[in-house]
Structures are given as C-alpha cells and as structure tokens.
C-alpha cells in the first residue's frame, strides 16, 4: 500500500513538471552577431526563465526571486523604452551591483582590476563562416570566448562606472558589434528574463 502510495504520488508531481516546464523553458533562434563567437545567427539558446524570478505559469506575475545573476551569465534581457530595442535580447552579465567598471580598448575593468584573459589562436575558429565578424583577437575573458580587432570598436572605452545595488554591466561577447550597457548604460535585475543554460549549434558552421 506504501509502496503504491510513493508511485502515485511520484507520477503526480512528474506530471505537474511535466505542465510547468514549457513555461519556464524556451528555446530561442540567434539573429544578431553581438553573442559571437559564443554563438552564431542562427544557433538556438535554451533558456530557464525561471533562473532568476519565478512567475504564476504562463502569466507576468512574479511570485519570488529565485536567483542572483553572476559574473560570466549569458542573460535573456528586455528594455522597455528604448526605440532600438524592439524586443528581447543576449547579453554576458560582466559587472555586478556595487562594482566599479570600465573598458580601456575592449580590456574590461572591475574595482581597477582587469578581469583574466587568455589569448586564442583565432585559426582555431575557423568553423565560423566568414559572415560572421569575428574579430583578429578571440580571447578568454574570465572563462567565456570573446572577440574584437584592436582599435575598430567604437565603445572599446568606457569611463569607470559605479553600479548601484540593483544594477549589472551586461556586454556582447563580439566587442566591436554589440549594443550593450556601454550606451544605454547598466541595467536592473527586473530586465532579466532568463539564463541560458544551453547553446545548440544549428547555426551555419564551415566543415
């Protein structure tokens, strides 16, 4: 009787999952190049929507927060009032609340202090096809695939900047073709929608 009990009650909760998962898991399509090398137009991203602030399902409700951004997040993030924001967007989640930050030629500083970078052999992401801009230098930034050609971006500076305690520097991952905080500036946790926790390359790679 026990034993049915447990198994009736298992099948329950894995249907009520089952119900809720598509409200807090999507997968996206990639059209813009600010993500690359990371990802590519054209890549599909699945995101937890629920990584940060839990809603009612299928509603804009927000029951609690559920998570804090960190360092390195790839984040689904949306603007209102902003006329060249027409929707969600993917930025990486680079300075945090109460840090001081600023770029000096696409070097990233946090508290005066830049964060580690590894330099990358861009002969080894040769599978990215030459539509996709990728810069003369592919680094590693704190973990995370990053590229720029020196002296090209236009926002490869940005004056130091203290972030307040509900604010985050989010960058594109492609220095040199991204929209990101270093123009309209840093962002609240309430813009984040999401985290990405998986990246599916259905993009066009060069074999």
Request: aromatic residues 10%; glycine residues 10%; hydrophobic residues 40%.
């Amino acid at each position: 009787m026990l034993a049915h009990a447990k198994r009736y009650v298992a099948l329950l909760l894995l249907g009520v999952g089952l119900s809720v998962a598509p409200a807090y898991v999507h997968a996206y399509k990639i059209s813009g190049a600010s993500g690359i090398p990371t990802v590519l137009i054209g890549d599909t991203i699945i995101v937890n929507n629920g990584a940060y602030s839990v809603r009612f399902p299928y509603t804009t409700t927000r029951m609690f927060r559920a998570g804090t951004p960190k360092r390195g997040d790839l984040v689904r993030v949306q603007i209102s009032n902003n006329p060249r924001l027409k929707g969600p967007f993917f930025k990486r989640v680079v300075g945090l609340p109460g840090e001081e930050v600023e770029l000096r030629e696409d070097r990233v500083f946090i508290n005066g202090r830049a964060l580690s970078v590894k330099r990358l052999n861009p002969a080894d992401f040769a599978w990215a096809p030459k539509t996709h801009p990728i810069g003369s230098i592919v680094e590693s930034e704190d973990g995370h695939w990053i590229t720029y050609t020196p002296g090209k971006g236009p926002q490869r500076n940005h004056a130091a900047i203290r972030l307040a305690s509900d604010q985050y520097f989010i960058l594109g991952d492609n220095r040199d073709d991204s929209y990101d905080s270093r123009e309209f500036g840093p962002v609240s946790v309430d813009c984040f929608l999401g985290k990405v926790i998986a990246v599916l390359p259905t993009g066009e790679r060069v074999k």
